[in-house]
């Protein structure tokens, strides 16, 4: 079944730090993006850990195998359980992530293909797939792709096969929970509950929706 990974992408501390620890119990793993990183530094894992839930660094990371090596020592060292690296910037940058990863015994997700509407002047047909097997070429853990389009994530697991796909867009982007949960091994929702006015209320019913 599926798990719920929380999307927080609010920008105060605080707040986030309230938000995760009411929604714990309901979700799988918290996936923490720029926003709140750069409000709150990568210090937000050490504060987040005592919950207990995987932290995933979605840095979307796309530069020279190096770099991306250096970004994600930093990322594990600050605390995280995995990390979102591109795939466009080709195999041997997504390696570099994953073998960064894999020796802080780590994950890393490459993104296949993207969620919102702007992603389809890309991410045109053939290359979400090109990407996937290049990732598994990588020996990536798994990629993302788009709970948006359901009908992608079939194509794409026949790709992966067993590896992990994680999809965000339910909620706020349009996803349908129902049409995704049995074809991803994660289901990302953010919007739909961080801003919600109790997010550990959306979030136990988003966690709901998933088991039915």
């Known amino acids: 079944m599926a798990e719920l990974i929380l999307a927080l992408d609010v ?25 709140l990183v750069l409000a709150a530094g990568l210090s937000i894992a ?6 207990g839930l995987p932290l995933i660094a979605d840095f979307k990371v796309a530069d020279i195998p190096n770099t991306n090596t250096l970004i994600t020592d930093l990322v594990f060292g600050a605390g995280f359980s995995a990390i979102i690296c591109q795939g466009i910037v080709g195999t041997d940058s997504v390696r570099a992530c994953v073998q960064a990863a894999h020796r802080h015994n780590g994950e890393c997700y490459v993104v296949a293909e993207m969620s919102h509407p702007g992603a389809k002047e890309f991410f045109v047909p053939g290359t979400p797939e090109q990407i996937a097997a290049n ?27 067993k ?10 982007q349009g996803g349908d929970i129902h049409a995704i949960a ?16 109790d997010p550990a209320k959306a979030a136990q019913e988003f966690a709901r929706d998933l088991r039915t």
């Open 11 to 35: 920008v105060k501390r605080d707040e986030a730090i309230s938000i995760a620890g009411s929604c714990a119990p309901h979700i799988g793993a918290i996936k923490i993006g720029y926003p």
């Open 46 to 51: 050490r504060d987040l850990k005592p919950l």
């Open 135 to 161: 990732a598994m070429i990588a020996k990536a853990d798994g990629i993302i792709a788009p709970a948006t389009r359901p009908e992608r994530v079939k194509a794409l697991r026949g790709i992966v096969g």
């Open 163 to 172: 590896r992990k796909i994680l999809s965000p867009g339910v909620g706020a």
């Open 182 to 197: 049995g074809l991803v091994d994660g289901v990302i929702v953010g919007r739909a509950i961080y801003e919600a006015k």
